[in-house]
């Protein structure tokens, strides 16, 4: 079974400052990795799949980058609806990271 | 417009039943697997359970295997889950989840029902 761990746990940031998420699986799942934006009250978003492909409607700000074990969600420049806990997931039995928090500094 | 509509959330007793569905419109259900996430209080997302297009595949995450039943009915344009034998861990909203075409990724969710299993 394929485990996810997202680092750090909680990121503090300020608007406009680039942000930067770690998933890491326990084996490889090639590229089949999404990510996905979580807030109060909301059911998820789907922000990038396939590892690197952007959603429909969402802004290019957020990127993903990684393959393997080893990727990246990158928002390129925060806005305050940014904030929000982040999840990545993948393919192989449907598992989700635990999470990263990202706060306003 | 893709709708998901989750419905038959609410406070049941541990080792109690309750049956959750999700209407859904907007698109052609039959063609897609259809899946629940829930996610408990204060903790993060977790896949529960999936099923084919035209249910004859089914599957389980191993926390909810042997309690929890999915299904759907293509006629209605709705999928179902039976959860027995609840217990306090399953308190959670629930989520209906469809993937994204040709994928295996949830693009379209619907607004969640929230299960409290307490005595």
């Known amino acids: 079974e394929t485990v996810l761990t997202q680092s750090p746990a909680t990121l503090s940031l300020s608007p406009t400052e680039r942000a930067t998420l770690s998933c890491r699986a326990s084996q490889s799942v090639s590229t089949y990795l999404a990510w996905y934006q979580k807030k109060p009250g909301q059911p998820p978003r789907l922000l990038i799949y396939d590892a690197s492909k952007r959603a429909t409607g969402i802004p290019a700000r957020f990127s993903g980058s990684g393959s393997g074990t080893d990727f990246t969600l990158t928002i390129s420049s925060l806005e305050p609806e940014d904030f929000a806990v982040y999840y990545c997931q993948q393919r192989s039995n449907w598992g989700f990271g635990q999470g990263t928090k990202l706060e306003i500094k | 417009e893709v709708q998901l509509l989750e419905s038959g959330g609410g406070l049941v007793q541990p080792g109690g039943s309750l049956r959750l569905s999700c209407a859904a419109s907007?698109?052609?259900?039959?063609?897609?697997?259809m899946n629940w996430v829930r996610q408990a209080p204060g903790k993060g997302l977790e896949w529960v359970s999936g099923?084919?297009?035209?249910?004859?595949?089914?599957y389980y995450a191993d926390s909810v295997k042997g309690r929890f039943t999915i299904s759907r009915d293509n006629s209605k344009n709705t999928l179902y889950l039976q959860m027995n034998s609840l217990r306090a861990e399953d308190t959670a909203v629930y989520y209906c989840?469809?993937?994204?075409?040709?994928?295996?990724?949830?693009?379209?969710w619907g607004q969640g029902t929230l299960v409290t299993v307490s005595s």
């Open positions: 989840a469809k993937p994204l075409t040709g994928y295996y990724y949830f693009d379209n």
């Open positions: 907007g698109f052609r259900f039959s063609t897609y697997a």
């Open positions: 099923i084919s297009g035209n249910g004859g595949s089914t």
